[in-house]
């Protein structure tokens, strides 16, 4: 008999995505008139006979399905009252009757309250807290319509206090943490803002601090499902006192005034060391369990942005200038967590790209790891096609978040900033650009990959001197927006490599094309004849030399050759002669110098 599970299936199976609490109201009277039919009550005119929502203690003891009817009559009040409340224009008159159907459902939750803490009704204690949080919540909403801020604040603080201190296995899952954050929490920090209540207490200190202690059945069944609950506010104050009060951004210390953000940080920071500590202890983790390992940090980022978002439109609403301090540091620290948040959900990119942020074409997401000593199957080239297509798709969503962190409230004047993105920008269109090169290569497109790969090594050659400054984080493994200077390094050979690796195939390509437009005959020649030439046609193993050998004329040097090389002097003798010893010239002066014969041609003296 759990009645906030119950409104929340309710609200998840027949309230449509686009909140048409018309539609919903009239399926809420159509599912009212089917459970009445199928438990015999008689159904009449609610407006005039409040009677029938009396549900008694037997009758719930027989049949749980009874406690259906006054929640789902409660909840088509409640339904009516935002159809009202959604429209353009709302007159005095709409108003009174969006708080009236509010009291009525107040009533009729109130009813069951009473039907519930009855012995005879089988309902434990956590059913009776349960169908007083729902009655507090309508309560809540009813003092929020009529602008009684106190009330509002009470009764939202009775619902936020039950809400915590159910069992978790109790109330689990998305929708009622979306319940509890957009019809619980927004509310009262709103309350809390009216009555000028400073911010510095979380959601909880603060309904805990306003919850009615002096109702004793309320406080021992609190005490009976969470023991100690109520007293853990102190510790909790002092949890929040010892928060962070700062946050760095750029050179600025912003102070964290809004106890809400300074918890969820302090959540943000544990869950980013404990990330860091996780991918540090184990460097072969599979790309997409490193991802699984993000969702955490992602989740608890994005809630941080949210309550910043959250408590800069409630000073909005309170018409508090944009110029205003508070508004200022907010401003600042929403860029700053927005920033982060985007770094975070490029990290989770990268990771999923593989080793080197998928430069290596033999790594990917979907390549899984053969046993030892056994060959890893050869991939087809369709599959390299459809790996290198997502990686195409990861590197379109990785520069979607950095268009979205260059155009930040405050990143355009900041220059050395700017200049870092665009230079990370440069590095994953260079990426990107080689995946789709690479695509290109394996389907026989050569002239468009040598054109890819110049614009990629053209852009990283121009990201490099700013990503080189980058230095490598000290064992973390924890990738985000910021690339270090050896993995730029690292793209940058490989596109340099590549470069030339695809000039040869253009060329390679060419020289196909010319096939059998040149000389027939010289193309029947043997391939030890044609060395000198590029095989395009392939070679032919059959005509590697004549065979069978036959008497073929062969160059041979000329005659002449002989006959001009005897009067060739080398340098080097003439070196020789010149440096010959002074002194041995001396020694023969003495000695008569004998004169040689003279001869004729060919060593024939003359007669």
Known sequence: MDTTKFVLDTRQELLDYANDYSAYATKLSTRLRSTKKRLGVPDKNPAKHLSNYDISAAQLAQNHEFLHVPLLTAERCWAKSMAWQSRDTITADTRSNI????????????????????SASGANTTDVLSAKAYAAFLKGDSSFRSKKWQECLENYSIAKVIYSALPSAKLEGNSFKDFVTGSVDSPLRYAQRQLH???TLSILSLAKKHFPHSDEALVSGVEEVAPGFLKQDEDADNAVEGARKTLAWRNRQVPVEDAEIALKLDALETAASELSEKLGSSPDMRPNTKAESYDSVLELSNDAVDATQQAMDELRE?????????????????????????SWQIGRNRVLMGEKDGSMLEDGPSMKKSAAGVEAPAIKESQQVK????KANLYNKTLQNLEVAKELP??????????????VIKYFTALKSLATARSHTLIGNAANALALIKYAHDQCETALPVLSSHDE??????????????DAEFLQNTLKGELQRSRALVEITNLRKHVGKGD???????LIDRLGQYPSEGVDLEKIVTYPPKMEPIPVKPLFLDVAWNYVQYPQEQGAQTRAPVNKANANTAEPEKQPAKKGWFGFGRG
């Open 99 to 118: 708080v009236s159907k509010l009291i009525k459902a107040v009533k009729i939750v109130d009813k069951l309250v009473t039907t519930l803490s009855d």
């Open 197 to 199: 209540i400073p911010t």
């Open 318 to 342: 309170q018409s508090v200038a944009q110029g205003d301090p508070r508004m200022q540091n907010l401003a600042v620290l929403r860029t700053k967590l927005k920033y982060d948040l985007l």
């Open 387 to 390: 790996q290198l297509e997502k």
């Open 473 to 486: 984080s000290k064992g973390t493994g924890v990738k985000t927006i910021e690339v270090v200077g050896t």
């Open 410 to 423: 405050g990143v355009a004047a900041d220059d050395h900033l700017a200049a870092e993105i665009d230079a």
């Open 520 to 526: 027939s005959k010289a193309a029947h020649r043997p």
